[in-house]
């Protein structure tokens, strides 16, 4: 099979997504963009052409007639998560690996013991644990190695630094320091190996034959032995002047976020993108080009990295200040989205006696307002109006804004919010090395 | 080297280039010699909008224009230290950096773009045109000269039209209150047979400038109006006009760009000449002097030219019609502050982009807008809106700022650049399809 | 009515973004035309002389969203159009049928050409004040846009101006003057009767009404305020300096009060206070000369006026010094060019004269006040404690 990738180099998350020769979607991945952006859009790639390795099992299982058949589709969630369980257990294993390095190099020769200590048995734990994050119907907060060990990682620490009377802050100091080496390593995977592995695990050979059994290990291989070949390139996103693409592949983010919305949403007239560092509004046409566009200016006020701040500076994870704030009683005014006095509003207000979830609802308006400003500069909001970028899964943000617009423009106006909106950018910059393709003329990924 | 001075070399190979750069030598060797005493000049500090320099050259006076030096300190890569050294005496990160760096010039030795040191000013002629700072930074200049200043307050044209009281109002002033001032420094009455004379020249600069201007209506636009426009103006908005040299200079320039119209050749660019013109861009606002070559290369790399563009009108607006007169020189100085471009108000500038777009054919339509000038950018986001609106051509909008490096954000400019041009494609492939 | 209730009324008509004090105004004089201004001075006379009423326009204060105001204007520039602009195009500025923008700088100078696009039904007019203040050359400029300025608003359905009444506006306004330099007055000598952020609002609410009214009001209050049981107060005496455009919020002038700072003379409304002492008319005069005279011949230091001869800042230092002031306080605008350029040669007179300041900046809806707070407690202190700050 061969496919085109486009990659979306953001500053929070790194993103690909890979579109075969008919313009399908075969396959998407998504890492935290980390501190090195070169293992940060291999590892998305990689995660990519995992799943496209899924969509051909699913297309192998399609051709699988009877009950087999739909009993065989059926478990290919079930072969995934098997499938992921055994990835993230590789990565604890390194993760262990890197750990029982930094105690080694330890200068406190005393406290290596306790530590190591501490440290197996959090680990030990997150190993048997393991298995209840990917079972299927399981959920997760997040698909990210770097959050699911370290939530776990965390939780353990808390128990063990009590039992173990070791220090919590330098129990979890090792894993901090160990998921920057994981992160940096870009796995290689056999899938002939692993798939059929993962399939062995959820269906085990039985005395009677099995014709699911059958039938999924012979989609597996299938898949597994496909040669699919990376043909055209294109990139996008914050750090796109970084990947070892040739100028003529590296494509605007605006372009491709106006595109990649406009396909999931044909009737895209107006795009709204919040991302880390930046918040885009775009207006395309009939066929996604885009019309007109508009950035914020160079400080990353009211994007979403304020959000960031805002949740550090009350200690809580970035998905969960959505969800508070719509706990508000009411909505308390602020001014200011400046995100270097972010914290400095936010104890202010709470020492004026505000409660927090009021307060939260505040700061996210505060953002949504600067975003309306925004979409009014580039020609105002037309429907449909498709929201995207990391901010649009934050169910308060996406409230206000529905308000807002009903307030403003036309409460009868179409507002498109897609889960995986995030993949916009990436969809965008596959369909331009898709048209790049088709054109005779794909860009090849530099050698580095 | 420096890549810019390499691009500066590579700009300065036309003869008309190297002329003015033997002017520009010149005139600050004059003023060096008058700030070391062998020579006995009165100088006068003034402003490029509303500058009245034949009105200076009839008195043998020497003009120094504080801005132009700011703006060189930024190509020089010197205006970021200027600017903390005037934000540490306590002025604000909010305003204008031209001053900024003109007030950390003047405390680090008051040292000129060509590196000889600059003469303290005789008369600080305050030629308040278009621009609300201009009053603030004489009244800075003046609390560190303690010299005369003479205040020129020329009036706003909120509605495009010159009216008989304005320019009577401007008349009034220089008759009263401006020329007999500059009689009492230089000693001397007016000459004001020298002054016609001298506006002949400036008119017939004039045209030939503005022969050039034109030279872009041709494709391939055998000028940048913007990156090499800032060197077309040079003479004409500081120093030189109504001189016998820049009628030289202007003459000359114009038979190079009607040579380059002749044999089909583009303007030369930091990265060579640029022939082969994709993207036709009028620009409304200043250029960024830190970064320019950069910034230049971020055009010239897309194939982009610059057809024409507001800035080089900051200092008279030539080409609808407007020539400086010789048969009534204090009436057409008069009008000549009136009609500087940033002294219009704003339905006007956006009539005048309007049909500078229509007139260019150009594709698109760029606002860079600079912190530090508000005269030019409050409102910049509605002529944007509104010169969409009435020509269909689709505008981009950047920000940065003139001489303060910290707002030149490099990656941010680039990307929305990038993303301009892109969409100037996507939309061409759209029209082509 | 006491003075709390008064300053409460006052307050609540100042607050009210929809101009309900201009809508009656217009309810009572059907016909009549509402001219807006902005800041810092159009003669006020001059458009009550024509049957209108003048109303001062100083933004949306710390209550309003602002989303289109925001799409107009980078975040460099500061913040009154913003608000100006939400508040007219949302069409709470509907009840105005002109407005004037005087050359404060170039940011409200363009905000009147983008007035002429936004809203081409409504007059829009430019007021060049002049910098030459040579009454034959700058007064006779001044006096003739001020004729213009009838003219256009005779078009628009104003009165023509005639001269009769131009002097019966103008007599109104000294009467206005007066009473506000009373309370003024008591303001300096007894802060703590009529504290700072009373004042501001009693003198703010003179710009939605006509003079006259506004007297009323000023009489009232001055009474009430007389007769008030108040004790004084050890606080710190200042004048503040640089907020003579866009306005701080309340809180910032009730926090300055609070830390210890007597704020006893502002430029916060500063276009009713610009000429000293009355509109002198002279026998034989066009009126409008007189204006323009008043303003050219008495006009006060303003950072939008050109100083001609003058010493930098020695209006302020003397201003400090009559008043018996123990020190300034800055309090610029965030990006207000007028304000920020004078501030250095401000404070160097002051230095030189060995006057205490502090310096502060603010948005019209700053909504933290803790660090005001605590620079203006230690400079109270520091003043108090050691003369000094």
Same mark, same amino acid.
């Given at each position: 099979?061969?496919?085109?990738?486009?990659?979306?180099?953001?500053?929070?998350?790194?993103?690909?997504?890979?579109?075969?020769?008919?313009?399908?979607?075969?396959?998407?991945?998504?890492?935290? *963009?980390?501190?090195?952006?070169?293992?940060?859009?291999?590892?998305?790639?990689?995660?990519? !052409?995992?799943?496209?390795?899924?969509?051909?099992?699913?297309?192998?299982?399609?051709?699988?007639?009877?009950?087999?058949?739909?009993?065989?589709?059926?478990?290919?969630?079930?072969?995934?998560?098997?499938?992921?369980?055994?990835?993230?257990?590789?990565?604890?294993?390194?993760?262990?690996?890197?750990?029982?390095?930094?105690?080694?190099?330890? @200068?406190?020769?005393?406290?290596?013991?306790?530590?190591?200590?501490?440290?197996?048995?959090?680990?030990?734990?997150?190993?048997?644990?393991?298995?209840?994050?990917?079972?299927?119907?399981?959920?997760?907060?997040?698909?990210?190695?770097?959050?699911?060990?370290?939530?776990?990682? @965390?939780?353990?620490?808390?128990?063990?630094?009590?039992?173990?009377?070791?220090?919590?802050?330098?129990?979890?100091?090792?894993?901090?320091?160990?998921?920057?080496?994981?992160?940096?390593?870009? /796995?290689?995977?056999?899938?002939?190996?692993?798939?059929?592995?993962?399939?062995?695990?959820?269906? /085990?050979?039985?005395?009677?034959?099995?014709?699911?059994?059958?039938?999924?290990?012979?989609?597996?291989?299938?898949?597994?032995?496909?040669?699919?070949?990376?043909?055209?390139?294109?990139?996008?996103?914050?750090?796109?002047?970084?990947?070892?693409?040739?100028?003529?592949?590296?494509?605007?983010?605006?372009?491709?976020?106006?595109?990649?919305?406009?396909?999931?949403?044909?009737?895209?007239?107006?795009?709204?993108?919040?991302?880390?560092?930046?918040?885009?509004?775009?207006?395309?046409?009939?066929?996604?080009?885009?019309?007109?566009?508009?950035?914020?200016?160079?400080?990353?006020?009211?994007?979403?990295?304020?959000?960031?701040?805002?949740?550090?500076?009350?200690?809580?994870?970035?998905?969960?200040?959505?969800?508070?704030?719509?706990?508000?009683?009411?909505?308390?005014?602020?001014?200011?989205?400046?995100?270097?006095?972010?914290?400095?509003?936010?104890?202010?207000? !709470?020492?004026?006696?505000?409660?927090?979830?009021?307060?939260?609802?505040?700061?996210?308006?505060?953002?949504?307002?600067?975003?309306?400003?925004?979409?009014?500069?580039?020609?105002?909001?037309?429907?449909?109006?498709? #929201?995207?970028?990391?901010?649009?899964?934050?169910?308060?943000?996406?409230?206000?804004?529905?308000?807002?617009?009903?307030?403003?423009?036309?409460?009868?106006?179409?507002?498109?919010?897609?889960?995986?909106?995030?993949?916009?950018?990436? &969809?965008?910059?596959?369909?331009?090395?898709?048209?790049?393709?088709?054109?005779?003329?794909?860009?090849?990924?530099?050698?580095? | 080297?420096?890549?810019?001075?390499?691009?500066?070399?590579?700009?300065?190979?036309?003869?008309?280039?190297?002329?003015?750069?033997?002017?520009?030598?010149?005139?600050?060797?004059?003023?060096?010699?008058?700030?070391?005493?062998?020579?006995?000049?009165?100088?006068?500090?003034?402003?490029?909008?509303?500058?009245?320099?034949? !009105?200076?050259?009839?008195?043998?006076?020497?003009?120094?224009?504080?801005?132009?030096?700011?703006?060189?300190?930024?190509?020089?890569?010197?205006?970021?230290?200027?600017?903390?050294?005037?934000?540490?005496?306590?002025?604000?990160?909010?305003?204008?950096?031209?001053?900024?760096?003109?007030?950390?010039?003047?405390?680090?030795?008051?040292?000129?773009?060509?590196?000889?040191?600059?003469?303290?000013?005789?008369?600080?002629?305050?030629?308040?045109?278009?621009?609300?700072?201009?009053?603030?930074?004489?009244?800075?200049?003046?609390?560190?000269?303690?010299?005369?200043?003479?205040?020129?307050?020329?009036?706003?044209?909120?509605?495009?039209?010159?009216?008989?009281?304005?320019?009577?109002?401007?008349?009034?002033?220089?008759?009263?209150?401006?020329?007999?001032?500059?009689?009492?420094?230089?000693?001397?009455?007016?000459?004001?047979?020298?002054?016609?004379?001298?506006?002949?020249?400036?008119?017939?600069?004039?045209?030939?400038?503005?022969?050039?201007?034109? *030279?872009?209506?041709?494709?391939?636009?055998?000028?940048?109006? =913007? #990156?090499?426009?800032?060197?077309?103006?040079?003479?004409?908005?500081?120093?030189?006009?109504?001189?016998?040299?820049?009628?030289? =200079?202007?003459?000359?320039?114009?038979?190079?760009?009607?040579?380059?119209?002749?044999?089909?050749?583009?303007?030369?660019?930091?990265?060579?000449?640029?022939?082969?013109?994709?993207?036709?861009?009028?620009?409304?606002?200043?250029?960024?002097?830190?970064? #320019?070559?950069?910034?230049?290369?971020?055009?010239?790399?897309?194939?982009?030219?610059?057809?024409?563009?507001?800035?080089?009108?900051?200092?008279?607006?030539?080409?609808?019609?407007?020539?400086?007169?010789?048969?009534?020189?204090?009436?057409?100085?008069?009008?000549?502050?009136?009609?500087?471009?940033?002294?219009?108000?704003?339905?006007?500038?956006?009539?005048?982009?309007?049909?500078?777009?229509?007139?260019?054919?150009?594709?698109?339509?760029?606002?860079?807008?600079?912190?530090?000038?508000?005269?030019?950018?409050?409102?910049?986001?509605?002529?944007?809106?509104?010169?969409?609106?009435?020509?269909?051509?689709?505008?981009?909008?950047?920000?940065?700022?003139?001489?303060?490096?910290?707002?030149?954000?490099?990656?941010?400019?680039?990307?929305?650049?990038?993303?301009?041009?892109?969409?100037?494609?996507?939309?061409?492939?759209?029209?082509?399809? | 009515?006491?003075?709390?209730?008064?300053?409460?009324?006052?307050?609540?008509?100042?607050?009210?973004?929809?101009?309900?004090?201009?809508?009656?105004?217009?309810?009572?004089?059907?016909?009549?035309?509402?001219?807006?201004?902005?800041?810092? =001075?159009?003669?006020? /006379?001059?458009?009550?002389?024509?049957?209108?009423?003048?109303?001062?326009?100083?933004?949306?204060?710390?209550?309003?969203?602002?989303?289109?105001?925001? *799409?107009?204007?980078?975040?460099?520039?500061?913040?009154?159009?913003?608000?100006?602009?939400? &508040?007219?195009?949302?069409?709470?500025?509907?009840?105005?049928?002109?407005?004037?923008? /005087?050359?404060?700088?170039?940011?409200?100078?363009?905000?009147?050409?983008?007035?002429?696009?936004?809203?081409?039904?409504?007059?829009?007019?430019?007021?060049?004040?002049?910098?030459?203040?040579?009454?034959?050359?700058?007064?006779?400029?001044?006096?003739?846009?001020?004729?213009?300025?009838?003219?256009?608003?005779?078009?628009?359905?104003?009165?023509?101006?005639?001269?009769?009444?131009?002097?019966?506006?103008?007599?109104?306004?000294?009467?206005?003057?007066?009473?506000?330099?009373?309370?003024?007055?008591?303001?300096?000598?007894?802060?703590?009767?009529?504290?700072?952020?009373?004042?501001?609002? !009693?003198?703010?609410?003179?710009?939605?009404?006509?003079?006259?009214?506004?007297?009323?009001?000023?009489?009232?209050?001055?009474?009430?305020?007389?007769?008030?049981?108040?004790?004084?107060?050890?606080?710190?005496?200042?004048?503040?300096?640089?907020? #003579?455009?866009?306005?701080?919020?309340?809180?910032?002038?009730?926090?300055?009060?609070?830390?210890?700072?007597?704020?006893?003379?502002?430029?916060?409304?500063?276009?009713?206070?610009?000429?000293?002492?009355?509109?002198?008319?002279?026998?034989?005069?066009?009126?409008?000369?007189?204006?323009?005279?008043?303003?050219?011949?008495?006009?006060?230091?303003?950072?939008?006026?050109?100083?001609?001869?003058?010493?930098?800042?020695?209006?302020?230092?003397?201003?400090?010094? @009559?008043?018996?002031?123990?020190?300034?306080?800055?309090?610029?605008?965030?990006?207000?060019?007028?304000?920020?350029?004078?501030?250095?040669?401000?404070?160097?007179?002051?230095?030189?004269?060995?006057?205490?300041? @502090?310096?502060?900046?603010?948005?019209?809806?700053?909504?933290?006040?803790?660090?005001?707070?605590?620079?203006?407690?230690?400079?109270?202190?520091?003043?108090?404690?050691?003369?000094?700050?």
């Amino acid at each position: 099979m061969n496919v085109s990738v486009g990659i979306d180099l953001g500053s929070t998350t790194t993103k690909a997504v890979l579109l075969d020769e008919h313009g399908e979607l075969v396959g998407r991945g998504i890492t935290n *963009s980390r501190s090195n952006y070169a293992a940060a859009s291999a590892v998305a790639r990689d995660e990519a !052409l995992t799943a496209a390795r899924f969509s051909l099992i699913a297309r192998a299982l399609a051709r699988v007639r009877g009950e087999a058949g739909g009993a065989a589709r059926a478990l290919i969630p079930d072969i995934e998560g098997a499938f992921r369980l055994e990835l993230y257990r590789d990565e604890l294993r390194y993760l262990g690996v890197r750990i029982e390095r930094h105690l080694d190099n330890l @200068t406190e020769a005393h406290l290596r013991a306790p530590l190591r200590g501490a440290a197996q048995a959090v680990l030990a734990d997150m190993e048997r644990t393991a298995p209840g994050l990917f079972l299927a119907g399981a959920q997760r907060k997040s698909d990210f190695f770097r959050d699911l060990a370290g939530a776990a990682f @965390t939780a353990g620490s808390e128990r063990e630094s009590v039992d173990r009377q070791v220090s919590f802050e330098r129990l979890v100091g090792l894993f901090d320091r160990a998921i920057l080496d994981v992160e940096m390593r870009v /796995p290689t995977r056999d899938f002939t190996v692993l798939l059929p592995e993962a399939v062995e695990h959820i269906r /085990p050979q039985s005395a009677a034959h099995d014709p699911v059994r059958y039938a999924l290990l012979s989609a597996a291989h299938e898949a597994a032995n496909e040669r699919i070949a990376e043909v055209a390139f294109a990139g996008t996103g914050y750090g796109r002047q970084t990947l070892p693409f040739p100028k003529e592949a590296v494509r605007s983010e605006i372009l491709c976020h106006g595109r990649g919305a406009h396909r999931v949403f044909p009737g895209t007239r107006t795009v709204l993108d919040i991302g880390g560092q930046d918040t885009k509004a775009i207006q395309v046409d009939d066929i996604g080009v885009v019309t007109s566009f508009q950035m914020n200016d160079r400080c990353a006020a009211g994007c979403g990295r304020y959000l960031g701040y805002i949740a550090d500076e009350l200690n809580l994870g970035l998905h969960e200040l959505g969800p508070l704030a719509l706990r508000a009683q009411k909505i308390v005014r602020v001014n200011s989205t400046c995100t270097v006095f972010a914290g400095a509003e936010l104890r202010e207000r !709470l020492a004026l006696g505000e409660r927090r979830e009021d307060i939260l609802a505040g700061l996210h308006r505060a953002i949504l307002l600067r975003a309306m400003s925004l979409l009014a500069r580039s020609g105002g909001v037309r429907s449909e109006f498709t #929201f995207t970028g990391g901010v649009c899964k934050n169910p308060m943000a996406t409230r206000l804004l529905r308000a807002l617009v009903d307030e403003h423009y036309d409460s009868g106006l179409q507002l498109n919010i897609h889960p995986d909106s995030i993949f916009m950018g990436a &969809l965008g910059a596959a369909m331009y090395a898709n048209d790049d393709l088709h054109a005779g003329r794909p860009s090849a990924l530099r050698a580095q | 080297m420096s890549q810019n001075q390499q691009a500066h070399l590579r700009v300065a190979k036309e003869p008309s280039q190297e002329r003015q750069k033997r002017m520009i030598g010149d005139h600050f060797d004059r003023l060096a010699s008058v700030a070391d005493g062998t020579c006995d000049e009165k100088v006068v500090y003034t402003f490029v909008p509303g500058n009245l320099t034949e !009105l200076i050259g009839a008195f043998g006076m020497l003009p120094v224009l504080p801005e132009i030096n700011a703006l060189q300190s930024g190509m020089r890569q010197q205006s970021a230290g200027y600017i903390a050294e005037a934000e540490k005496s306590g002025h604000s990160e909010d305003v204008c950096t031209y001053v900024k760096c003109d007030l950390g010039m003047l405390k680090s030795g008051n040292v000129g773009p060509t590196g000889t040191r600059l003469p303290r000013p005789d008369l600080l002629l305050l030629s308040y045109t278009g621009c609300f700072t201009f009053m603030k930074w004489f009244e800075l200049l003046r609390e560190e000269y303690k010299c005369p200043v003479v205040m020129l307050h020329v009036p706003y044209q909120p509605d495009g039209v010159v009216t008989p009281a304005m320019r009577k109002y401007i008349v009034d002033q220089l008759e009263t209150v401006v020329i007999p001032a500059m009689e009492r420094i230089a000693g001397k009455k007016l000459d004001r047979d020298a002054l016609s004379e001298r506006l002949a020249r400036s008119a017939q600069a004039e045209d030939d400038l503005v022969a050039v201007w034109e *030279s872009a209506r041709h494709r391939p636009s055998p000028i940048d109006g =913007y #990156f090499g426009g800032v060197y077309y103006i040079g003479p004409i908005f500081s120093a030189f006009r109504g001189t016998e040299d820049a009628v030289a =200079y202007y003459c000359e320039l114009r038979a190079e760009v009607e040579g380059r119209i002749a044999r089909g050749e583009g303007p030369t660019t930091p990265d060579g000449r640029l022939d082969d013109q994709r993207h036709r861009i009028v620009v409304e606002g200043p250029p960024n002097w830190t970064s #320019f070559n950069e910034f230049w290369r971020m055009f010239s790399r897309e194939h982009a030219v610059v057809v024409s563009s507001t800035y080089t009108r900051v200092g008279g607006l030539y080409d609808h019609g407007f020539r400086h007169d010789p048969k009534n020189p204090i009436e057409t100085l008069a009008d000549y502050c009136l009609g500087c471009y940033t002294n219009l108000g704003l339905p006007t500038r956006i009539d005048y982009i309007e049909q500078t777009i229509r007139t260019y054919e150009a594709d698109g339509f760029l606002i860079n807008s600079v912190k530090s000038c508000n005269s030019f950018s409050a409102g910049q986001l509605l002529i944007l809106r509104e010169l969409e609106k009435r020509t269909g051509v689709p505008g981009g909008f950047i920000e940065s700022d003139l001489v303060d490096p910290r707002y030149f954000a490099k990656a941010n400019i680039d990307n929305r650049l990038q993303s301009y041009f892109q969409m100037l494609d996507a939309r061409r492939l759209r029209h082509a399809a | 009515m006491s003075a709390e209730s008064l300053v409460a009324e006052a307050r609540s008509q100042v607050d009210d973004v929809d101009l309900g004090p201009v809508h009656a105004w217009k309810r009572a004089n059907p016909g009549g035309l509402a001219v807006g201004t902005m800041p810092i =001075y159009v003669p006020r /006379p001059l458009i009550e002389a024509v049957g209108a009423l003048p109303v001062a326009i100083f933004g949306g204060g710390d209550q309003v969203d602002i989303i289109r105001g925001d *799409s107009y204007f980078q975040s460099y520039i500061c913040h009154i159009p913003r608000s100006t602009l939400e &508040l007219a195009l949302g069409g709470r500025l509907d009840c105005l049928d002109a407005m004037i923008f /005087p050359s404060i700088c170039d940011v409200i100078r363009n905000l009147g050409g983008m007035w002429r696009l936004l809203f081409p039904e409504k007059l829009s007019v430019y007021l060049d004040l002049p910098q030459t203040f040579d009454l034959a050359v700058g007064g006779r400029f001044f006096a003739h846009e001020l004729h213009r300025i009838a003219s256009l608003l005779e078009a628009a359905g104003a009165r023509p101006l005639n001269d009769e009444a131009l002097v019966a506006a103008i007599r109104v306004e000294n009467v206005r003057r007066a009473a506000l330099e009373r309370v003024d007055a008591l303001r300096r000598a007894e802060p703590w009767r009529a504290p700072a952020s009373e004042v501001y609002l !009693l003198a703010r609410l003179g710009g939605l009404l006509p003079a006259a009214e506004h007297t009323r009001w000023l009489e009232d209050y001055l009474t009430a305020a007389q007769g008030r049981a108040a004790r004084p107060v050890d606080n710190v005496r200042v004048v503040l300096v640089g907020a #003579f455009c866009e306005q701080p919020p309340l809180g910032l002038l009730r926090t300055l009060e609070k830390a210890g700072c007597d704020i006893i003379e502002d430029d916060l409304q500063l276009g009713l206070r610009t000429i000293e002492g009355p509109i002198d008319l002279r026998e034989g005069e066009d009126p409008v000369f007189s204006l323009a005279r008043s303003w050219i011949e008495r006009g006060g230091a303003t950072a939008s006026r050109y100083i001609g001869d003058d010493e930098k800042g020695r209006a302020l230092v003397e201003r400090v010094r @009559t008043l018996g002031a123990d020190g300034v306080v800055f309090a610029a605008a965030s990006f207000c060019d007028p304000a920020l350029l004078d501030q250095p040669m401000q404070e160097a007179a002051l230095a030189r004269a060995k006057i205490p300041y @502090t310096t502060l900046k603010f948005a019209e809806n700053t909504g933290q006040f803790q660090v005001v707070r605590e620079q203006a407690g230690a400079f109270s202190d520091a003043v108090k404690l050691w003369g000094i700050a």
